[in-house]
């Protein structure tokens, strides 16, 4: 019986949004990733929730009535939500006032979705998934006034968040100026100073702070070094997770092959690959721990679930239902390593 274990194993629905659209393949519905989800099933064992990216075409953030129909959608699979992505896109936190001013707005709306979910019982646990929605190239224009732009609007947002009893979690991704790299990151957490605000760890994502992309100057591994050496990677992993681990609130089982690539609209980003990849270099249920542990090996319970992101896999990848299993395999093995009731 799972009912009291923990974490609670949750699925990311925006692989089928991200990464699809004009210029390449048509997303998948929300309802079909709620189909394939509740549908992933091994000895027994099965996905418990979803996490939602709050945004076209699976959500109107401006349709309250919606949220209704989301908890109900979901129930019905017999799946909780767990934490909410929220649409800052609309303008970078480090550019105008109406860019920032539009990005905590985005943040409220996303808090009162959040609450209403809660109040109807279907999201007991979770937070509200935050970037800096600004590029690389941008922010390295003139890093140290950026990053404080960047802070200001996260603090406001933070406010924000507070009114609502929720707490907001940054996205580590190479893509996001001001969180490209593990220092850029935690220069940029630090900055906020607020409470209620965190860092969301990406196995895939994460994994290349290690190798310096876009940050050479905070490159880890080393510059000759060898997939095979597995003792170095560990050290790096220990390095890397020992640095943001603390700050960690929300975690994304994934997999990477040690490149960066992005597809359709989206980025350069950490290549997410299936559970079952054989040119990932993690190995997954050992590293997660990493992140789930601290350095004296004991559990910091520091959320209640992890979800699974793999984003811009091919629809037909997506569509097929071994997939699931295979990631659902994957998160009982992490689990199993990193359990407590």
């Not at 925006?14 to 709620?34: C, Q, T």
């Not at 767990?82 to 709306?109: C, H, Y």
């Not at 975690?251 to 290549?271: E, I, L, P």
Request: proline share 5%.
């Amino acid at each position: 019986m799972t009912e009291n274990i923990y974490p609670k194993l949750h699925n990311a629905t925006w692989p089928g949004i991200v990464g699809k659209g004009p210029d390449s393949e048509p997303p998948v519905s929300l309802e079909k990733m709620l189909e394939m989800t509740a549908a992933a099933e091994v000895d027994g064992i099965k996905f418990d929730g979803v996490d939602v990216g709050l945004f076209d075409p699976s959500i109107d953030l401006d349709d309250l009535d919606g949220i209704k129909r989301l908890a109900d959608q979901v129930s019905k699979h017999n799946l909780v939500i767990g934490s909410l992505v929220a649409p800052i896109w609309g303008g970078p936190a480090m550019g105008t006032k109406e860019d920032r001013a539009n990005f905590v707005d985005q943040v409220r709306k996303s808090c009162i979705y959040g609450q209403k979910l809660k109040e109807m019982g279907i999201r007991p646990y979770g937070i509200i998934r935050i970037d800096s929605a600004s590029s690389v190239e941008s922010w390295a224009a003139d890093p140290i006034n950026n990053t404080k732009l960047i802070a200001q609007t996260f603090r406001e947002a933070c406010d924000v968040a507070a009114d609502y009893g929720e707490k907001l979690a940054a996205e580590g991704e190479i893509c996001w100026g001001g969180m490209h790299s593990w220092k850029a990151m935690l220069d940029t957490l630090e900055a906020v100073d607020r409470p209620n605000i965190g860092f969301q760890a990406d196995m895939s994502h994460t994994f290349l702070y290690l190798l310096g992309y876009n940050a050479p100057e905070h490159r880890i591994l080393p510059a000759d070094y060898q997939w095979d050496d597995r003792e170095t990677l560990t050290e790096g992993l220990k390095k890397l997770t020992a640095a943001l681990r603390p700050w960690t609130l929300d975690f994304h089982v994934a997999q990477n092959d040690g490149t960066a690539y992005g597809s359709g609209s989206h980025d350069k980003t950490g290549r997410h690959c299936q559970a079952t990849d054989p040119n990932g270099k993690l190995d997954i249920a050992v590293d997660a721990g990493h992140w789930l542990r601290n350095e004296n090996g004991e559990l910091t319970k520091a959320f209640k679930h992890i979800c699974w992101d793999g984003c811009m896999f091919p629809n037909a990848v997506l569509n097929e239902q071994k997939t699931w299993n295979d990631i659902l395999a994957a998160m009982i093995k992490v689990r199993n390593l990193n359990s407590w009731s």
